[in-house]
């Protein structure tokens, strides 16, 4: 940790323990102990909580008083109820009081929300902790002229002014303001320079310091009569040479250079930056170390006043950790990471006119203005040594590492904003090569003028960019392809791109106030980039987009198959024109902009708000209703969605899509990323629909598909999207004549599990598969996919697709709710479509054919399935339904001993898992063809329960007719079935439910297969059923 840093450490921690502000001697003592991890913030705290003031402070008072004392005093405010409940409780958990300090501490420093209460809060914490490390003039503004004169007094006897001194001699001063010359001699008798000098002697040098220039005779003559008139001390003479500089206009860059040395700082005030860069400089590179805050505080001041850099630099060699200070050559060594070479050496000496110690000061400025000393290198020194180095500064200066305001731009093109304590001024290398943290950077872009973004981190990929000037053909060239840049699009910044505007690498956002219907634009994007726009349609109307707007992706313009750019929806518009042609019906045109924007391979629905206006005769009669997008418009393959103008004749279609290669615009799947409402999507021809981000639960997207497509259709992700924790789809529907397969397809992140959720519900198509695909490397991901009852009308399979490859594998953690049944089959049907009598039920069979739901195990670990009749489940850890008979059978394939079955509703549920409590009863089997038949002959039944019922009767030698079980099982054929006497009348009826849990051995599933009844929920309160036999 550097020097200053530990030094606001210790600032803080006395702050909030005693409510003070350290002293110098305290802060540099602590500060080594933390800087050379002897001792941590903590533990300081702790040491002030223990020592006397520390005691007689917190002495009596209860957990919440010394809470309460410590958070006012870091925060400036007291805590309300919560917080102080929060820190209290780790405080009787046994948390030490000093830890609790230090983490109030840093949660405040570290906060980056807006939360104006916090942000005050943080404010007076850094306040408290600048007066502390630079006191300056520690009093009231009254006391700013004594502190002036105090300053002038160094200052024309050539001393360095320190914070200590200024506070105590201003403060004497204010008493008595007459004692300016006492105070004077004071300073002279303290300082043997000035008491071994001569009078005139003495005279010279006053006034070379205070005029900057070598005093005349008569210079000379005036202030000696001064000094011998009426008894005048050396003192006197200093008052009356700083009254005579301030009166002074005949040396105004001597006055000018006074005035700055008699600035009064208030407390906590520094000057600029560069002046203390320049300090920090000088520790690192000669003395090797970080500078501290009274350092800082004394020579920035001191070059502020207007002393030359190399005259600081000899002041400071007057210490021994300055003593390297004249050795030039190893200072560029130190630096360039080279050696001087004799006549190198010589020749920087002698542009130093000679002087060693104005070569180090040449050295280390041209180091950091990225230039050689002397011209004697065809190329600048290495750019990453030279912001390695600002990064080492402002690190020694704890400059900020991340910023979370918006930056300006000056009008030489500098960043400009409120950082590390000052006002709004242009940031230096340093502070810009010190955000370190930073990952997006905000520009207001207030200046029509490049920028130089050189020293900024490669931390930064993003670069969002606002303003008047942000489509500045000058400043967006200043950029390059290594950030993203997000450029925020208004009407100001229409005007000032003069028509044209080129970027690379960048989303462009047209701001929602933006009037694009009277626009003139041409945007060429390159590296891919983005034009979204979130619509400027009232009233579920359509979008308007002057013609005079387009926008080109150079990728798809110049290359085979770039599948680049994206382009909002909202941008591209339909028209339909209708003739009435009487007897004929109607006739039609599809007018289009789609061509205004060319070679965006993914047309972006996020925020859809457009639709298709429909004209009769030249008037605007009719839209294609809220958020309808027609893909046809690409291909040629637009239909009118309005019922009230279907009677077309003929359709003439808009030009289709303009195709360089295999590029044009909608050539790729669709993207949507974020909630959109319920948006309508007509003649799509991609087997694709990509999502982007959470569209939430209350999304829906209606798809409607052209022949012309494949009959698969795929929901995935894009790439950024895989890497978020939730996404939920929302709710799909599908509307196609030929679309058998639904896909859903995504990958893992490789650091966290990632969880996704999709209703599919509504539209009309014949869909009977679908596929779950994923790919991960460890990770899991979870589906919950609801199907809802009104979508396809010929689902058979839900499965997942096996495509390992090496250490990635395909699984999905599926929680399914399924309101689709099967439509028959099943193994009740199998076995009798076997027996030799089968002919005899044929009215059952016929009752029972179809097709099964069936949910298998490939690819998939099923955590739950709520499902309804005629399903077969091949595995689940959880099997969720309310009922299930004969002739509408639900199956469990396998390991029924991993599973939980839960049978029933919030009246009486059943379950069946390991912690079930009681057996089921064992009624028998028959597996043999032979078996079976004898079970099956002489019973005569017109449906499925009937038949099933009698053939249980026999089973069981009658039982199941007035001795039936709760839950008992039998096995017909390759099937165990569990059958419960829901209606505790002991007799199996139309009542009572019945499910399969496979082909298992009957007596390992009665040994095996446990059960209990739930208790009844009823206005939220459990009760136990009783049951009573009728």
Do not use: C
């Amino acid at each position: 940790m550097n020097n200053l840093s530990a030094q606001q450490k210790v600032a803080a921690a006395y702050q909030a323990i005693l409510g003070n502000k350290a002293d110098t001697a305290s802060l540099n003592f602590f500060a080594y102990q933390i800087s050379s991890d002897k001792l941590s913030p903590s533990q300081l705290a702790s040491q002030l909580i223990s020592s006397q003031d520390g005691q007689t402070r917190y002495k009596g008072m209860s957990n919440e008083e010394k809470i309460n004392y410590i958070y006012s005093n870091i925060t400036g405010t007291p805590p309300d109820s919560d917080t102080l409940s929060k820190w209290v409780s780790l405080l009787e958990q046994g948390n030490y009081l000093g830890t609790i300090a230090i983490s109030i501490i840093n949660q405040l420093e570290t906060y980056e929300g807006d939360d104006q209460v916090v942000l005050a809060q943080q404010e007076f914490l850094a306040n408290n902790i600048a007066t502390t490390l630079h006191p300056a003039l520690n009093k009231s503004p009254e006391f700013i002229p004594d502190a002036a004169n105090i300053q002038a007094i160094y200052y024309v006897i050539g001393g360095v002014p320190v914070a200590e001194g200024i506070n105590f001699w201003a403060d004497y001063l204010h008493s008595d303001r007459t004692k300016l010359g006492y105070i004077a001699q004071k300073f002279i008798e303290g300082r043997s320079a000035l008491t071994v000098l001569n009078n005139e002697d003495f005279i010279k040098t006053l006034f070379q310091n205070a005029f900057k220039l070598t005093a005349t005779p008569d210079d000379i003559t005036r202030y000696l009569l001064e000094l011998g008139n009426n008894g005048k001390t050396r003192g006197d003479v200093v008052v009356k040479m700083i009254a005579d500089i301030r009166a002074d206009s005949s040396h105004p860059e001597a006055k000018a250079q006074f005035e700055q040395a008699t600035h009064v700082y208030m407390a906590g005030e520094m000057p600029a930056v560069i002046y203390q860069e320049t300090v920090a400089a000088f520790y690192l590179t000669i003395a090797k170390t970080t500078v501290s805050a009274s350092a800082l505080d004394t020579w920035s001041k001191m070059l502020a006043s207007g002393i030359d850099e190399t005259v600081l630099l000899k002041q400071l060699a007057k210490s021994a950790q300055f003593s390297a200070a004249s050795d030039f050559n190893s200072v560029y060594q130190t630096l360039y990471k080279s050696t001087l070479s004799a006549s190198e050496s010589q020749a920087i000496l002698l542009k130093a006119a000679n002087d060693k110690f104005a070569a180090t000061t040449m050295i280390i400025k041209a180091f950091r203005d990225g230039k050689y000393p002397i011209d004697t290198h065809p190329a600048p020194p290495s750019h990453s040594l030279v912001q390695a180095y600002e990064t080492m500064i402002g690190g020694s200066l704890n400059y900020e590492q991340k910023f979370n305001g918006t930056f300006t731009i000056s009008a030489d093109g500098k960043l400009m904003a409120a950082v590390n304590g000052h006002s709004i001024q242009a940031l230096t290398n340093a502070e810009i090569s010190s955000l370190r943290l930073q990952t997006t950077l905000k520009i207001n872009a207030t200046a029509n003028h490049s920028v130089d973004l050189g020293f900024l981190s490669d931390t930064v990929t993003e670069i969002v960019l606002s303003g008047a000037h942000a489509t500045s053909s000058q400043l967006l060239t200043s950029f390059n392809a290594k950030q993203h840049i997000t450029l925020l699009l208004d009407d100001t910044g229409i005007v000032n791109a003069g028509g044209i505007m080129q970027v690379v690498n960048t989303t462009v956002f047209v701001e929602p106030q933006t009037n694009l219907n009277d626009a003139n634009l041409s945007i060429n994007m390159r590296a891919g980039g983005s034009l979204l726009w979130k619509g400027n349609s009232i009233n579920g109307g359509a979008n308007s987009v002057s013609q005079h707007v387009t926008a080109v992706n150079m990728d798809g313009a110049t290359t085979a198959s770039s599948q680049t750019g994206i382009v909002s929806a909202n941008l591209i518009t339909k028209d339909i024109y209708l003739t009435d042609s009487g007897s004929n019906g109607l006739q039609g045109i599809i007018a289009s902009n789609l061509n205004q924007f060319l070679y965006f391979s993914f047309i972006e629905l996020t925020h859809y708000r457009g639709t298709g206006n429909i004209y009769l005769n030249g008037e605007l009669v009719a839209t294609e209703g809220s958020n309808v997008f027609d893909f046809g418009v690409i291909d040629q393959r637009a239909t009118v969605f309005n019922q009230a103008y279907n009677n077309i004749h003929s359709l003439q279609q808009a030009a289709h899509a303009t195709q360089h290669e295999s590029n044009y615009t909608g050539s790729s799947s669709p993207i949507i990323s974020a909630f959109s409402g319920e948006i309508t999507l007509l003649n799509l021809s991609s087997d694709t629909l990509l999502v982007n981000g959470d569209l939430t639960n209350k999304s829906r997207i209606n798809i409607y598909d052209t022949q012309q497509s494949d009959n698969k259709f795929t929901l995935s992700f894009t790439e950024p999207a895989m890497d978020l924790k939730y996404i939920d789809m929302g709710t799909i529907s599908l509307t196609s004549a030929h679309k058998n397969t639904l896909a859903f397809t995504t990958y893992a992140s490789s650091s966290h599990n990632v969880e996704r959720s999709l209703t599919l519900s509504g539209g009309d198509n014949h869909i009977s598969t679908i596929e779950l695909s994923s790919r991960t490397t460890g990770p899991h991901i979870t589906l919950d996919l609801t199907i809802k009852s009104d979508f396809t009308d010929s689902l058979k399979t839900i499965n997942g697709i096996d495509a390992s490859i090496g250490s990635v594998y395909s699984l999905i953690d599926l929680n399914l709710v399924s309101e689709k049944a099967g439509t028959g089959g099943g193994e009740f049907y199998n076995t009798l479509t076997n027996l030799n009598n089968s002919i005899e039920f044929g009215s059952v069979i016929n009752a029972l054919k179809g097709e099964q739901l069936n949910i298998g195990s490939t690819g998939l670990t099923v955590n739950s399935a709520t499902v309804v009749g005629n399903t077969t489940v091949d595995i689940a850890r959880q099997l969720t339904f309310t009922d299930s008979k004969i002739d509408n059978l639900i199956t469990l394939n396998k390991n029924f001993q991993q599973s939980t079955i839960l049978l029933g509703d919030n009246y009486e549920q059943w379950s069946f898992s390991n912690d079930g409590q009681k057996k089921v009863a064992l009624y028998g089997s028959a597996t043999t063809p032979a078996e079976l038949n004898t079970v099956f002959s002489g019973i005569n039944a017109d449906n499925a329960e009937s038949l099933f019922s009698q053939a249980l009767a026999k089973l069981t030698q009658g039982a199941s007719t007035n001795n039936l079980a709760e839950v008992g099982i039998a096995k017909l054929g390759k099937s165990v079935y569990v059958i419960v006497d829901r209606n505790h009348n002991q007799t199996f009826d139309a009542d009572d439910s019945v499910f399969s849990i496979g082909d298992q051995d009957i007596y390992l599933a009665a040994s095996e297969l446990r059960y209990h009844v739930l208790p009844v929920t009823t206005n939220g309160i459990a009760e136990t059923y009783v049951g009573t036999a009728v």
